[in-house]
T-cell receptor, first 114, second 115 residues
Framework: SQQGEEDPQALSIQEGENATMNCSYK?????LQWYRQNSGRGLVHLIL?????REKHSGRLRVTLDTSKKSSSLLITASRAADTASYFC??????????????FGKGTLLTVNP | ETGVTQSPTHLIKTRGQQVTLRCSSQ?????VSWYQQALGQGPQFIFQ???????GRGNFPPRFSGLQFPNYSSELNVNALELDDSALYLC??????????????FGPGTRLTVL
């Protein structure tokens, strides 16, 4: 079952604009991660934010986490056409073995128009 | 490029057949996780292998099985294929750590079509 729900499902913006995607989840987490996927290919890790962190930056990416609301947001500033992709949030939780598994949302499809 | 490779890239099978998908993990990683991604959905966790043993499983029936080899490469086997098994199958490698503060490195996936 899906843990996270991204919002919106699809987002279309112009180059240079900022893109904001939101993620809500249901259960307690150890961390929340954002991944990017181009055209049905493999996923690329973007950023990880721990449950005791509220905000994190990496280049043009800014992630916030509100554990009281069980929500996170990903902001991409000064977007480029190359940012066009699907973006997924994933929550990390103990999987019953000795490692953690990721539970993904359904993703947001971002289209950046030149 | 993550260093995780998968084969084949694409595969077409018919209902009832069996399929084996392969994954080579990134150098130094001893844990492999498999995910199924249906069209328009996020990846769903199938199972994970660590040191050649299954180390956690998602909500998938027993006809989904796997192996991990001493070199940490892995196979996903699916028996008695059903139409709903059509999906992108992703493997991801990682270091097995007691903390969750690590990322998984994904391969490019195998696109399976069941007719």
């Amino acid at each position: 079952s899906q843990q996270g729900e991204e919002d919106p499902q699809a987002l279309s913006i112009q180059e240079g604009e900022n893109a904001t995607m939101n993620c809500s989840y249901k259960t307690s987490i150890n961390n929340l991660q954002w991944y990017r996927q181009n055209s049905g290919r493999g996923l690329v890790h973007l950023i990880l934010i721990r449950s005791n962190e509220r905000e994190k930056h990496s280049g043009r990416l800014r992630v916030t986490l509100d554990t009281s609301k069980k929500s996170s947001s990903l902001l991409i500033t000064a977007s480029r056409a190359a940012d066009t992709a699907s973006y997924f949030c994933a929550t990390a939780a103990f999987n019953g073995g000795s490692n953690y598994k990721l539970t993904f949302g359904k993703g947001t499809l971002l289209t950046v128009n030149p | 490029e993550t260093g995780v490779t998968q084969s084949p890239t694409h595969l077409i099978k018919t209902r009832g057949q069996q399929v084996t998908l392969r994954c080579s993990s990134q150098s130094g990683h001893n844990t492999v996780s498999w995910y199924q991604q249906a069209l328009g959905q996020g990846p769903q966790f199938i199972f994970q292998y660590y040191r050649e043993e299954e180390n956690g499983r998602g909500n998938f029936p027993p006809r989904f099985s796997g192996l991990q080899f001493p070199n940490y490469s892995s196979e996903l086997n699916v028996n008695a294929l059903e139409l709903d098994d059509s999906a992108l199958y992703l493997c991801a490698s990682s270091l097995n750590q007691r903390t969750s503060d690590h990322e998984q490195f994904f391969g490019p996936g195998t696109r399976l079509t069941v007719l």
